[in-house]
Every structure is written in structure tokens, then in C-alpha cells.
């Protein structure tokens, strides 16, 4: 192993090197993540998972280890021990109010808690890239922050937390991260293939809470109130005229309305319908336009039937947006570090991904890790009560994420 001397990225020995320790560390990654899958836990009550991560990190002598960030997140820093700049690696911990149907033999020991996204192999994964990172210290010009968040499903109703709260806590700064790094498991992606894509990748994700208020009435005789159950199914159909003739048809729009509420009876016309429901979007702009256009619908659907609508349009997560520049560098590093025919490009998702916070706070680039595997099973969606998947992928997310960090790093120390 030796230093480096090019500007353009870590070099092959630094690659065999991360390839060694992490064929070394492999069983442990595997054990963390059956650990962490046995015992999991909701969003903002991670207490568990955080003692056993910040455990850890001590244990392989990570150099500063910050607990109960936005609550249960913890925030450890790898110094290396030549000068440079630092660069984070995070990972999620939280888990889903699913029953899990896996029979897996470390199966969720929690009732009606299951890791359904994959929190606990992000989680294993980053504890495994930190051990690496640690082996290769002396080599490493600048330092590695780890952010272990919590609550990325989106913290309980009148809490905070999540990204959002981990940046308002600091966790950017001291030192200040000059670029973030983080994957996300894909049961659709072969294990051994990672994706990405430039621009938007994962969904803005816009929360809506519509009340249609009328006047309560007779259902024979309805002229005598003001019905806001035919207002609000005007309004339902009026909201999918947005992307088909509002937007620009060659950009990505969902609207959809989950929840219903009207407590009339099968004679009575009742005064109030609550409606909750979504708004996906994968461009900034676009956000806006359809914010725009959804008040104005709404509002003049309901005025059109004497009713009267108010809007709660919720913020619950900006588009994840890649770097182009870091994504470009970042690109070139997984296709080194895992081979260029593993590495492919994807269509944006439109669910949502809370890192959308940090990327646009300091340049990220987010990818996606393939865990899909037929022989053995792995092949149900994310959040779904069967999600298992193939745990020979996680030695390739330490060995991705490892790299990512070290090549990062290299790649700036010459520029400055
Ligand atoms: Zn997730």
C-alpha cells in the first residue's frame, strides 16, 4: 500500500487493499446487519441500534464518537492522518410498522417492527466501510464522517427528525463536509450491480391535507345544504388534470389521494370531507408549478360547488438531486472498484429519500445497491412484509463506500 501520487484517484494498491480488509470483515458486516434485522426499531426510537453502533465504533477505535444527534443518530469521525478535506458516508437505521413474513431465522423479534427497507444492512455497511477506513488511517489525506441518522421513514406525528434535524444539530459541520456519499438497497438491481442517476433521482415528496367544509344536510334533500362530498369528488378528478394538461408532459407528475373521510350516514349529507393524499415531483421547478395549480384547483372546485377548501400542503422532503461533478468522479470510482459492466445508469423513483436534505446542503451522490437475487428468494419490494435480500451484496456497498471516501479524498488533496 502506498501513498498517492496521481490527482485523478486512489490508486490500484489502495483498491486491493480495501478489497482485503473487506473480504476480512465480511462475516462481521453479515453478523450486524442479522443483529440489527432481529432487533429492529421505528423512527426516532433507535436507542437500540445507536448503543450498538456507537459501541462498535469504539471498539475499532474510530477517533470521536458523537451520540443522541437528533435524537438517537450518531456521528463519528475518522481522522486520517495526513491533511485534507472531510467527506460523510451515511447510512439509515430506522425500521417499518411491518409484521415481517420472512421465516428468516434472525427474523424480527419485535412485533409489527420489521426492517422492510433495508436500514439494517445500510446500517452494517457503514459500520463495515468504518473498519476498513480505520485499517487504512495512515494513508488517508483528510477525514471520514459517518452519519448514522435516524428516522428517514419520517419521524412520528409532532416530531421532528430525520436528515433535516441531524443538519440543524450539526452534524455538517465541525469539521464542515465538503461531500456526502450514501446507497440505498434496490431488490429490483441483481446483487453485484450498483445504479445511479445524474439530476433528479429519487421523488420531492409533497404531504397534502385538503378539508372540504359544506352544510350538513337530509340525503333527500340536499338543496338545503351545501354537499362537500360531491364537491370533494370534483375535486379528486379535477387534481388529475394537473400533470395531463398543466405540466410539461415530458416531466414526471403523481398526484394521488389515499384517504377519504366523510362521516355522513347513508341519509345524511355531512358538513366536512377530509382528504389526504401526495404530490411526487423530480424537478424543482416543476415542484412549484404543480403547487401552484393544486391550490388553485382546489380552491376554485370547491368555490364552483359553495363549498369552501383548506390547504395544508406539507414540505415533507426536497428532490434527491446527484451532483453532476461528484457524480461524474463518483461514477469512475465504483466502476474501478466493482468493475465498469456492474455499474449502470436507472430511471428516478418517485418515493422519497430523506438525504435529498444533505445533497442540498454540500454535493452528494446517492446510488442504489442491487440485492435482487431469484435462487434465493429476493425479489419482493421494499416495504413489504417478505423483504429479504441477498446478503453477498453487503461486502460490495463496504468496498463502494470505502472507496467512494478514500478516492474523494485523494482525488482533492492534489487540487489544493
Ligand atoms: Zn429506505
Given at each position: 500500500m502506498s501513498t498517492i501520487g496521481?490527482?485523478?484517484?486512489?490508486?490500484a494498491e489502495w483498491r486491493e487493499e480495501v478489497q482485503r480488509l473487506t473480504g476480512q470483515i465480511a462475516p462481521d458486516v453479515v453478523q450486524w446487519r442479522r443483529d440489527f434485522h432481529a432487533h429492529p426499531e421505528l423512527s426516532n426510537r433507535e436507542e437500540r441500534t445507536a448503543r450498538v453502533v456507537a459501541e462498535q465504533l469504539r471498539a475499532m477505535g474510530v477517533d470521536d464518537v458523537r451520540t443522541d444527534?437528533?435524537?438517537?443518530g450518531v456521528v463519528a469521525l475518522i481522522r486520517g492522518r495526513r491533511p485534507g478535506r472531510t467527506v460523510a458516508l451515511r447510512a439509515d437505521m430506522d425500521a417499518l410498522p411491518i409484521e415481517e413474513e420472512?421465516?428468516?431465522?434472525?427474523?424480527?423479534?419485535?412485533?409489527?417492527?420489521?426492517?422492510a427497507c433495508g436500514h439494517d444492512a445500510h446500517t452494517a455497511i457503514l459500520l463495515g466501510a468504518a473498519k476498513v477506513l480505520v485499517a487504512m488511517r495512515e494513508h488517508i489525506p483528510g477525514s471520514v464522517k459517518l452519519l448514522f441518522q435516524p428516522a428517514e421513514e419520517g419521524p412520528p406525528a409532532g416530531e421532528e427528525g430525520g436528515a433535516k434535524l441531524m443538519i440543524q444539530e450539526?452534524?455538517?459541520?465541525?469539521?464542515?463536509?465538503a461531500a456526502i456519499f450514501g446507497l440505498h438497497i434496490n431488490p429490483e438491481l441483481e446483487s453485484g450491480k450498483v445504479s445511479y442517476r445524474f439530476g433528479g433521482m429519487m421523488a420531492a415528496v409533497d404531504r397534502i391535507r385538503i378539508v372540504v367544509t359544506g352544510k350538513q344536510s337530509h340525503g333527500g334533500m340536499p338543496w338545503q345544504g351545501v354537499d362537500p362530498v360531491v364537491a370533494s369528488a370534483h375535486i379528486i378528478t379535477a387534481l388529475?388534470?394537473?400533470?395531463?394538461?398543466?405540466?410539461?408532459?415530458?416531466q414526471p407528475v403523481v398526484i394521488s389521494i389515499g384517504v377519504v373521510r366523510a362521516e355522513g350516514a347513508w341519509n345524511i349529507i355531512p358538513d366536512q370531507v377530509e382528504l389526504l393524499g401526495t404530490v411526487r415531483t423530480l424537478d424543482p421547478e416543476i415542484r412549484r408549478q404543480v403547487a401552484e395549480q393544486f391550490h388553485r384547483t382546489v380552491r376554485q372546485t370547491a368555490a364552483a360547488h359553495g363549498t369552501k377548501a383548506e390547504i395544508a400542503y406539507g414540505d415533507y422532503g426536497p428532490v434527491l438531486l446527484n451532483d453532476a461533478t461528484l457524480g461524474a468522479q463518483a461514477v469512475k470510482t465504483l466502476q474501478r472498484a466493482i468493475g465498469s459492466e456492474n455499474v449502470g445508469e436507472t430511471r428516478p423513483l418517485m418515493g422519497g429519500e430523506d438525504f435529498a436534505h444533505y445533497a442540498l446542503k454540500t454535493p452528494g451522490f446517492f446510488f442504489f445497491l442491487g440485492v435482487r437475487n431469484e435462487q434465493i428468494g429476493a425479489v419482493h419490494a421494499l416495504h413489504t412484509p417478505q423483504m429479504v435480500l441477498d446478503e453477498a451484496a453487503l461486502p460490495l456497498g463496504v468496498r463502494a463506500m470505502a472507496m467512494l471516501a478514500l478516492d474523494y479524498l485523494a482525488h482533492n488533496q492534489a487540487s489544493e
Amino acid at each position: 500500500m502506498s501513498t498517492i501520487g496521481q490527482a485523478s484517484a486512489a490508486g490500484a494498491e489502495w483498491r486491493e487493499e480495501v478489497q482485503r480488509l473487506t473480504g476480512q470483515i465480511a462475516p462481521d458486516v453479515v453478523q450486524w446487519r442479522r443483529d440489527f434485522h432481529a432487533h429492529p426499531e421505528l423512527s426516532n426510537r433507535e436507542e437500540r441500534t445507536a448503543r450498538v453502533v456507537a459501541e462498535q465504533l469504539r471498539a475499532m477505535g474510530v477517533d470521536d464518537v458523537r451520540t443522541d444527534v437528533a435524537r438517537h443518530g450518531v456521528v463519528a469521525l475518522i481522522r486520517g492522518r495526513r491533511p485534507g478535506r472531510t467527506v460523510a458516508l451515511r447510512a439509515d437505521m430506522d425500521a417499518l410498522p411491518i409484521e415481517e413474513e420472512t421465516g428468516l431465522p434472525f427474523a424480527s423479534q419485535n412485533a409489527r417492527v420489521m426492517h422492510a427497507c433495508g436500514h439494517d444492512a445500510h446500517t452494517a455497511i457503514l459500520l463495515g466501510a468504518a473498519k476498513v477506513l480505520v485499517a487504512m488511517r495512515e494513508h488517508i489525506p483528510g477525514s471520514v464522517k459517518l452519519l448514522f441518522q435516524p428516522a428517514e421513514e419520517g419521524p412520528p406525528a409532532g416530531e421532528e427528525g430525520g436528515a433535516k434535524l441531524m443538519i440543524q444539530e450539526g452534524a455538517l459541520e465541525n469539521p464542515p463536509v465538503a461531500a456526502i456519499f450514501g446507497l440505498h438497497i434496490n431488490p429490483e438491481l441483481e446483487s453485484g450491480k450498483v445504479s445511479y442517476r445524474f439530476g433528479g433521482m429519487m421523488a420531492a415528496v409533497d404531504r397534502i391535507r385538503i378539508v372540504v367544509t359544506g352544510k350538513q344536510s337530509h340525503g333527500g334533500m340536499p338543496w338545503q345544504g351545501v354537499d362537500p362530498v360531491v364537491a370533494s369528488a370534483h375535486i379528486i378528478t379535477a387534481l388529475q388534470a394537473i400533470p395531463a394538461r398543466h405540466i410539461d408532459a415530458r416531466q414526471p407528475v403523481v398526484i394521488s389521494i389515499g384517504v377519504v373521510r366523510a362521516e355522513g350516514a347513508w341519509n345524511i349529507i355531512p358538513d366536512q370531507v377530509e382528504l389526504l393524499g401526495t404530490v411526487r415531483t423530480l424537478d424543482p421547478e416543476i415542484r412549484r408549478q404543480v403547487a401552484e395549480q393544486f391550490h388553485r384547483t382546489v380552491r376554485q372546485t370547491a368555490a364552483a360547488h359553495g363549498t369552501k377548501a383548506e390547504i395544508a400542503y406539507g414540505d415533507y422532503g426536497p428532490v434527491l438531486l446527484n451532483d453532476a461533478t461528484l457524480g461524474a468522479q463518483a461514477v469512475k470510482t465504483l466502476q474501478r472498484a466493482i468493475g465498469s459492466e456492474n455499474v449502470g445508469e436507472t430511471r428516478p423513483l418517485m418515493g422519497g429519500e430523506d438525504f435529498a436534505h444533505y445533497a442540498l446542503k454540500t454535493p452528494g451522490f446517492f446510488f442504489f445497491l442491487g440485492v435482487r437475487n431469484e435462487q434465493i428468494g429476493a425479489v419482493h419490494a421494499l416495504h413489504t412484509p417478505q423483504m429479504v435480500l441477498d446478503e453477498a451484496a453487503l461486502p460490495l456497498g463496504v468496498r463502494a463506500m470505502a472507496m467512494l471516501a478514500l478516492d474523494y479524498l485523494a482525488h482533492n488533496q492534489a487540487s489544493e
